[in-house]
């Protein structure tokens, strides 16, 4: 282990105190003791509820929460912090986007083009604004390899195609998808755009201004903040025409008996008292993100990732899920194990102390696309190292073993 293995380990309470090797990050990663110290110290020292008092510590905490927005606009490139909307996760956010915009501005026979591998929270929001509005789900289809192209949009995209909803990187196929490209052809065409980044904002930079995606959707969970919090990127006149997404506290101007009238962007969508300490958390995640910066987090889970999949391609009876370049996986490789069900994998590894993923994945229809029932899933954060993959290797080898097969 070198020292800058030690160094990392050392940031993560959870990897210290406990006897495991974890390779979950894309369900959630581990929190750094900073992270949880940040969230600590606003309850301990800021807590109140923002935006709402006129004495010191309310007006301390409104601070705490609105800079937390300005790190999270600037860590995406948004244009300005107003087209941040503060949720609990990415799945809040897409379904803020659905029923905000979606429910409102989409009619009878309408399209919505979402791809066959997005995660269940950017494809079942969509059936239901289509179930309740008339408009159609139409789905571009990957190949074995997880690949789709731009062209593939093109030929599906007519004129009544008013929304394209599209994963930056699968969390089960691990490629990352050319957004900038989709969005120009969407756009081209008078689409909106709405990309799922749950999967992309923890591991690669990402500028919403350069990819001109019209949303974003993330969660602090998934790198390395608390859970409870996520974000939503709008481009402001977007935002300003969509009408809130609940309603109550805070997000009014002006109340009547007969209605009220709203609160700018992004208030409006963020009704009742909001999660400040979480903001807070996600804004030290990324403060923490910037302390190492993205080519040492993602040259790590390169690295990693063309270690274990080197190994895997010569294990008897796995099979691997998706590409056969390992540039092509982003630290997530899921895979299956010839004669094992995927919970009995996951099982294994967990009595030797290694925590994978086992089930579907929240990508249900992408694995009767592959004809798959579901699979194991292992996936990698920047604070993983050699010796945890070289122990998820050993397991691997062995484990038809300990299932009884021969080999």
């Keep these: 282990m070198t020292e800058l293995d030690l160094k990392i380990k050392d940031e993560f309470p959870v990897l210290k105190n406990r006897n495991i090797v974890y390779l979950d990050n ?4 581990q929190k750094p003791k900073s992270v949880i110290d940040a969230v600590k110290r606003y309850y301990e020292y800021d807590n109140a509820n923002p935006m709402r008092g006129l004495y010191e510590l309310s007006i301390d905490a409104t601070k705490d929460y609105e800079k937390a927005r300005q790190t999270v606009a600037d860590f995406i ?7 941040i ?3 609990r996760n990415a799945t809040e956010s897409l379904n803020l986007i659905a029923y905000s915009y979606g429910m409102h501005f989409l009619r009878n026979g309408d399209e919505i083009i979402i791809s066959i591998m997005e995660h269940h929270s950017n494809l079942l929001p969509w059936q239901i604004v289509a179930k309740n509005t008339g408009a159609v789900v139409k789905y571009l289809e990957c190949n074995e390899e997880g690949e789709i192209f731009p062209e593939q949009l093109e030929k599906m995209m007519t004129k009544r195609t008013r929304m394209v909803c599209l994963t930056q990187i699968s969390n089960l196929f691990g490629r990352e998808n050319d957004i900038k490209a989709f969005a120009e052809v969407a756009h081209r065409h008078g689409a909106v755009f709405v990309c799922d980044g749950a999967q992309s904002v923890p591991h690669i ?4 201004q350069d990819l001109d995606v019209d949303f974003l959707a ?10 409870g919090i996520g974000a939503l990127y709008g481009k402001e006149e ?8 609940l309603y109550g506290g805070e997000m009014i101007e002006y109340v009547t008996r007969c209605g009220a009238t709203y609160a700018q962007v992004p208030h409006k969508f963020e009704a009742g008292t909001v999660n400040a300490g979480g903001a807070v958390g996600l804004a030290e ?3 923490f993100i910037n302390s190492y910066g993205f080519d040492i987090i993602t040259q790590r889970e390169d690295e990693l990732t063309k270690l274990a999949f080197t190994e895997m391609q010569s294990i008897p009876h796995v099979e691997i899920i998706g590409s056969k370049d390992y540039k092509e996986h982003h630290g997530i490789i899921t895979f299956v194990v010839e004669g094992v069900h995927p919970h009995d994998v996951a099982t294994i590894f967990d009595a030797h102390h290694v925590a994978v993923r086992a089930g579907h994945h929240c990508v249900q229809p992408l694995h009767t696309h592959l004809h798959k029932m579901s699979t194991t899933r292992m ?3 920047f604070y993983n190292n050699e010796e945890d993959v070289t122990a998820f290797l050993e397991v691997l080898k062995g484990l038809r073993k300990e299932m009884g097969y021969g080999e």
């Design 26 to 29: 894309a369900a959630t990663s």
């Design 77 to 83: 490139h948004a244009k300005k912090k107003e087209e």
């Design 85 to 87: 909307v503060f949720t």
């Design 205 to 208: 930079p990402v500028d919403v």
């Design 218 to 227: 993330f969660s602090g969970h998934k790198m390395y903040g608390p859970m």
């Design 238 to 245: 977007l935002l300003e025409q969509m009408p809130p997404f």
């Design 285 to 287: 995640a990324i403060s």
């Design 379 to 381: 996936s990698l954060g």
